[in-house]
C-alpha cells in the first residue's frame, strides 16, 4: 500500500535534511514537548471538522479515506474530503478550498512533496494546522504531526528477503515504479542501497501506480532483460499488471516482491503468485491519522507527532497474519 505517490523527486541532500529536522513549534500554535507531543490548541467541547485531501483513487487511497471516515464518525468528527487525483496544482486548490472552509486541521495524502511545501506554507499562514499521512519529508516544525509509512524500511526488508532468498548468488533484478518523486523515491533508493554487492537492478521504470502501465513495463521488462530473476515492484495493483505479463510469456521463475498488504495481494502469495509483501495498511493508516489528529490538537496525553504505521512482511508461511487492508 503502499501508495504515496509524487510526480516530481528532490534532490538525495534536501531530502536527507528534511528528514532529520527535528521538530519544533509549528506555526499553527502547537508546541511539541519532550518525546514529541503536542500541547492542545482546540478546546475540549469544541466539535472538529477536519479536511482531507486525498492523492489519487486507486484501491490504496479508496480505503485510506474509508478508514478515515469510519474513524472519523465514531470520533464524533466532521470530515470533509477532495481528490487532487494525482495533480500537484489540484492538491493546492484543494488546500486552498479546505482553508475557506475554516477547518480545524487539514490531512494531505500528499500527489508531490515538492508542492505540498507551497500547501503546508498556505495552511500556516492561514494558522490552519495541517497533518500528513505516508510520509514526513518536510520541515516538520510546519506541520501539526504525521502517520508514517516507512517506505524507506519496506524497500530494506524487501531487499534483506531477496538476499535471503536468492542465498547471495548473482541474480538479475527489475524494479517496476509508482511515480517518480515523493514516497516512490525514498522506498526504491533503499531498496538498491540494500541489495548488496550479488544481486543487481538491471531494469527501472515506473507505471505510475497503474495496473495497465505496469503490465506494459513487465512486458518491455522481459524483452529486455530476459534472465531477471526477481521484480521489485511499488504496489500490489502493480504487481497483478506485472503477474499477468510473466503468465502470459510463461515465466513462473520470476519471483515478485511488492508493498501494500491487500486481501487480493495475500491470497496471490497463498497461491504462490507473488512471492513477499510488506503490509502496512491503509486501514491503518486512515484509523490513526484521525486519532492522532484529534489528540495532538486536544492535547491527549501519549499523542506522538510522528507515527509510524505498523508493517508485517508476509510470505507464503504467515498469510493468516496479515492486517485488514480495507475497513
Known sequence: MFAAPGTTGRS??????ALTLAAGI????????????ATATVPSGKELTVGFVNGNSIEFH??????????ADKAGVTLLTANSAMDPAKELSNIDDMIVKRVDAIVVQTVNIDSLEGGINRANRARIPIFLTSVASVDQ????????????KVGRELAAWLVKDSGGRPVE????????????????NAFK????????????????????KA???????????PKVSYVFVHNEDMAFGVLAALKAAGRDDIKILTNGGSAAGVKAIGAGDIAVTVSNTPKSVGEMAIDNVVGLLRGTPGVKKIANVPET???????????????
Do not use: H
Request: with cysteine.
Open 193 to 212: 542501497q540494500s541489495l548488496g554487492g550479488a544481486a543487481k537492478v538491471v531494469f527501472d521504470q515506473p507505471a505510475l501506480w497503474q495496473r495497465a
Open 62 to 71: 479508496t480505503c485510506l479515506q474509508r478508514s478515515m471516515q469510519a474513524r
Open 12 to 17: 538525495p541532500r534536501r531530502l536527507a535534511t
Open 313 to 327: 512482511l508476509v510470505t507464503r508461511e504467515n498469510t493468516s497474519q496479515a492486517p485488514p487492508y480495507c475497513s
Open 141 to 152: 516544525s510546519k506541520i501539526l504531526g504525521a502517520v508514517v509509512t516507512d517506505v524507506q
Open 173 to 188: 533484478v527489475g524494479i517496476v515504479g509508482g511515480a517518480p518523486g515523493a514516497a516512490a523515491d525514498l522506498m526504491n
Open 215 to 225: 503490465q506494459d513495463v513487465a512486458e518491455n521488462l522481459l524483452q529486455a532483460r
Open 26 to 37: 509549528a506555526l499553527t500554535g502547537c508546541s511539541v514537548e519532550d518525546g514529541g507531543e
